[in-house]
C-alpha cells in the first residue's frame, strides 16, 4: 500500500518587473525555464504556509538578471559555499514536503553557466534566501 502525502501551498506570490523595459536574453528556452522552475520549486518548498516568493528582473550593468526571494528559513553561511553541489541538501527537515534530491541547485547552476552567467546565493538564517540569476543581456552579446 502506497500512502500519500500532499501539501496545500499557502505562499504569496509576488512580481515586482521593470514594466518600461524589454529584457531579452539569447539562450535554450527550455533550460531557461528549467532554472526558473527550479528555483521557484525550492523558494515554494522552503517558504512556510503564508509566507512569500517574490521574483524580480531588471538589468545590471550588462546583465539581465532574475531573482527569487523566500521567506524560508535560511541558510547557514557556512552551507552556502556547498549549495552548487549535486546532492547536497542543507538541512533535509528544512522542506515542508520533505522530497528532493539535492540537485536542482546544482543543475541550475551548470545551465546558467552554459549560458556564459553566473548564479548568486544570499541569507541569512531566520531571514530567507535570495537566489540571483545573471546573464548576458541580448543587446550586449
Known amino acids: 500500500m502506497i500512502k500519500r502525502k500532499w501539501y496545500v501551498c499557502e505562499v504569496i506570490l509576488k512580481t515586482l518587473t521593470m514594466l518600461d523595459q524589454t529584457i531579452t536574453v539569447w539562450g535554450n528556452i527550455d533550460q531557461l525555464k528549467q532554472v526558473l522552475t527550479n528555483l521557484l ?6 517558504s ?5 516568493v517574490r521574483v524580480v ?28 553541489e549535486r546532492f547536497y541538501k542543507v538541512d533535509k ?10 540537485l536542482g541547485l546544482s543543475i541550475v ?16 538564517p531566520g531571514h530567507g534566501a535570495v537566489f540571483t540569476v545573471y546573464l548576458p543581456s541580448a543587446e550586449q552579446a
Open 48 to 52: 512556510e504556509a503564508g509566507g512569500a
Open 41 to 46: 520549486d525550492n523558494a515554494i518548498k522552503h
Open 57 to 84: 528582473l531588471g538589468t545590471n550593468n550588462n546583465d539581465a538578471f532574475i531573482s527569487v526571494e523566500d521567506s524560508g528559513p535560511g541558510i547557514p553561511k557556512e552551507a552556502l559555499e556547498n549549495i552548487w
Open 93 to 102: 527537515s528544512r522542506s515542508r514536503r520533505g522530497t528532493g534530491t539535492g
Open 109 to 124: 547552476n551548470k545551465i546558467v553557466e552554459m549560458h556564459g552567467g553566473k548564479v548568486s546565493a544570499e541569507s541569512e
